[in-house]
């Protein structure tokens, strides 16, 4: 006896889909991401590797261009490691004289303005470089190019005057207190790191002072 063939015709069973399936557009996206990536680790590895590596031809024609991509963000120093670490916190303060419109002048208080730039920093998963550098460096640079009795050392004397001052006239304001700021004086406070308790090491952690003198501003320095 024959049977039906459609008795015995089976319907055969589709795939399950294994996934979700992207678009065109979407898979153009991705490899344009993952291309753009690529090519910016590729550059990232080739300046900072130019930066740190000895001099050569290529560093040497493009040194413009690799100091502007390393400095600030990608800046490196020995402060970090032997033989001689940085073991000092030095904080940065500031006060202004003040005339009121009655002609009478003003001496306000300090500022610690690198306690501005803690906090600016603090808890912030991406701070800053502006708060963790420009005060720090802009003093830095001041007392590498004078002495203790505040004189020029060199040619750029004058140039690290003018860069820390207008830094912290810009913080201070051209107006405080109801009065136009006339001028500005900066003081460093200087707190040596306390060593570990494992460590038989001796420190006084007496904090040092340095006050500058007193410097007059113009409106070109808030500018």
């Known amino acids: 006896m024959e ?5 015995t015709k089976k319907e055969v069973p589709s795939e399950p889909p294994t996934g979700r399936e992207w678009s065109l557009g979407a898979r ?3 490899a344009a991401t993952v291309a753009a990536v690529c090519v910016g680790v590729g550059i990232h ?6 930066h740190v590596a000895p001099s050569n031809t290529i560093s040497k024609k493009n040194s413009t261009l690799i100091d502007h991509y390393a400095f600030p963000e990608f800046e490196q120093n020995w402060k970090l490691f032997a033989p001689n670490p940085l073991q000092q916190n030095i904080a ?9 419109p ?9 500022v ?5 730039d803690t906090k600016a920093i ?14 720090r460096r802009a003093f830095e640079f001041y007392t590498n190019s004078h002495d203790q009795q505040d004189k020029s050392l060199g040619n750029r004397g004058s140039i690290s005057r003018e860069y820390v001052l207008r830094i912290a006239a810009h913080r201070m304001g051209p107006e405080l207190n109801g009065g136009k700021v006339q ?3 900066l003081r460093s406070v200087a707190t040596p790191v306390a060593p570990p308790k494992w460590s038989n090491e001796n420190i006084n952690t007496h904090p040092t002072t340095r006050v500058l003198p007193w410097w007059s501003l113009t409106e070109r320095d808030f500018r």
């Open 3 to 7: 049977s039906d063939p459609e008795e």
């Open 28 to 30: 153009i996206a991705i």
């Open 45 to 50: 590895l080739a300046m900072v590797f130019l």
């Open 92 to 100: 940065v303060h500031a006060r202004v004289q003040v005339r009121l």
């Open 102 to 110: 009655s002609g009478q002048r003003l001496t306000t208080g300090w």
């Open 112 to 116: 610690n303005l690198t306690g501005q």
């Open 122 to 135: 603090k808890h912030n998963p991406s701070p800053s470089h502006i708060d963790q550098n420009m005060l």
């Open 183 to 185: 001028k500005i004086q």
